[in-house]
């Protein structure tokens, strides 16, 4: 007997196609963060930088948050539709755990330069170095890189806070837990703006917390009833003019520096993206007729690859602060396009697949 049993054909929530076009949007965001391209929008505020320091702060809150509401939200869903809570969270925590553990060894022996380096070195010689360095950082810090993502977690911080939020949300649903949802989600986010303004050690929890607030809204999302459309706007709306006052307090008021108002977890920000999400489950037919569906199949791939391809084509972004910003969004896009073209390739060879799909 197998020891997950497989989700019931009918227990699969077809796709929509709004959300799936919102993923390539929140991937493609992401994938601006890393590649630098948003550091560069920074620079052009002059003297009204905050006013355009602010929007961008949000990009982070309107990609990252939304994957774990759509996951949260889909595995209620699932459950709902007849699949066994806890056989489905077994199942996606393998999945995620093997992505997680395969992309871990990836970036333990492939780093920033590398093609230069093998140019230069050779192959054996760069991998072995990088694989020492990795390996002594990995003895040193392990469970702390989880906390404050460097390399080789970096961005794969993402696949354990998804399955910490996923855990929390089989616990909540099939316990007297449920019944105190509200409260949980109001304390999980007090305690992401406690991680944000209070001293704490070096390593604080608050990317955890984060995946778990936000699968954990979006499981609670799956339990409503449907919203209208209107409603969401109105989130939107409203979510980004109480952010851009949250960070003028922030900025004006409290003092706080610059870090501190890049991280701030602004209840604004909660409102804005779940006002995103409502959207798209309000007009699910958005996107329908363009190519953005089908993009979204790779998303996840996409995610934990477009680092290594970032990492090949470092010569090129070296050059781009010389450069007009229509290179670094060319070059934006070509990252994104090539991790696309990555992620079909892999997922088209039998087990090699395992690392860039669920």
């Known amino acids: 007997m197998p020891s997950t049993a497989p989700i019931p054909p009918h227990a699969r929530p077809p796709r929509i196609a709004s ?20 550091a560069r ?14 929007p961008l702060y949000l990009l982070f809150w309107i990609s990252v948050p939304y994957f774990f509401l ?10 709902d539709a007849g699949a066994a809570p806890f056989s489905l969270l077994r199942r996606s925590c393998r999945s995620l755990t093997l992505l997680f553990v395969i992309w871990v060894a990836v ?17 054996w010689s760069t991998i072995s170095t990088e ?23 970096f961005h794969l911080w993402f696949l354990p806070a998804l399955i910490a939020g996923l ?17 949980l989600l109001v304390s999980t986010y007090i305690l992401l703006v406690v991680s944000a303004v209070v001293p704490l050690p070096q390593y604080s929890p608050n990317l955890l917390l984060l995946g778990v607030f936000f699968t954990l809204l979006g499981w609670w999302i799956s339990q409503q009833a449907t919203f209208a459309g209107s409603f969401a706007l109105a989130l939107i ?16 008021v409290f003092h706080a520096s610059p870090h501190h108002v890049m991280d701030y977890p602004y209840a604004g920000a909660v409102l804005l993206v779940v006002g995103i999400f409502l959207v798209t ?15 979204a199949r790779f998303t996840l791939g996409v995610y934990v690859s477009h680092i290594f391809v970032g990492y090949t084509l470092t010569p090129i972004q070296d050059q781009l602060p010389s450069l007009p910003i229509i290179w670094h969004v060319l070059y934006t896009l070509v990252v994104y396009g090539l991790s696309v073209l990555l992620t079909w390739g892999l997922s088209n060879i039998p087990w090699v697949r395992l690392s860039v799909t669920r």
């Open 19 to 38: 959300i799936e076009s919102y993923r390539v949007v929140a991937i493609l965001l992401i994938v601006s963060l890393h590649t630098n391209l948003i």
């Open 41 to 54: 929008l920074h620079l052009i505020g002059g003297g009204v930088g905050f006013l355009v320091d602010m």
């Open 70 to 79: 759509t996951a949260g939200y889909f595995y209620g869903r699932t459950v």
């Open 107 to 123: 970036y333990s022996i492939i780093g920033p330069n590398w093609i230069s380096n093998v140019y230069t070195q050779g192959l």
């Open 131 to 153: 694989a020492s360095h990795t390996m002594g950082r990995l003895m040193q810090e392990h469970v702390t890189l989880l906390l404050v993502p460097r390399p080789p977690i």
């Open 167 to 183: 855990s929390t949300v089989a616990m909540v649903m099939t316990s007297r837990l449920k019944t105190w949802v509200g409260a």
């Open 237 to 252: 709306a409203g979510g980004s003019v109480l952010a851009v006052l949250e960070g003028i307090a922030l900025k004006r």
């Open 281 to 295: 489950l309000a007009y699910p037919t958005i996107g329908q007729n363009t190519v953005l569906p089908f993009l």
